[in-house]
């Protein structure tokens, strides 16, 4: 029972996010391919990571990296900036043009735990936050080393 209501959840997220992607580019083309959103979700979630540590954490070629960087830094959804404390070093950002395409999904984010904070106690919020924090520092390793939300 916990299983299914756990991908339950996770599934009407996706979801959403699709019903609304899908509505904001009927009348023109999506700009962004499926592989590249989930390229832009990694590299928004690790903050901002140079594109070795992209590679890394996503368990591909370096080249193979740059490539899908190249391609969305010419679309406009990320941009590289030099190191201040190594000249040599440049991090991925994601760009304004990125953050209003991500909102959509982090927009329902606020308003389910809205409706969650009008539902639940106090008590019951707080033990729903324990929990989480558990799950995503204890149960998650995998993907739980150098994501940064934001």
């Known amino acids: 029972m916990l299983e299914r209501l756990f991908e339950e959840v996770y599934v009407k997220f996706k979801l959403h996010f699709y019903q609304e992607i899908f509505e904001r580019f009927q009348m023109r083309e999506a700009s962004l ?11 928004q979630a690790l903050g901002s990571p140079t594109v070795n540590e992209f590679a890394t954490f996503m368990r591909i070629s370096p ?53 969650m904070r009008q539902r639940f106690s106090p008590e ?14 204890e149960l998650m390793p995998e993907v739980s080393e150098g994501i940064r939300l934001p």
Do not use: C, W
């Open 63 to 115: 080249p193979n990296a740059a490539y899908k960087v190249n391609s969305l830094i010419k679309k406009g959804y990320v941009r590289k900036v030099q190191s201040q404390a190594d000249k040599r070093e440049y991090h991925l950002e994601v760009t304004e043009k990125y953050q209003s395409y991500y909102n959509i999904s982090s927009d329902y984010v606020k308003t389910v735990v809205g409706r």
């Open 124 to 137: 019951e919020q707080e033990k729903l936050t324990e929990m989480l924090q558990v799950i995503t520092s």
């Open 33 to 43: 391919t499926t592989v590249e959103t989930f390229a832009m979700e990694t590299i």
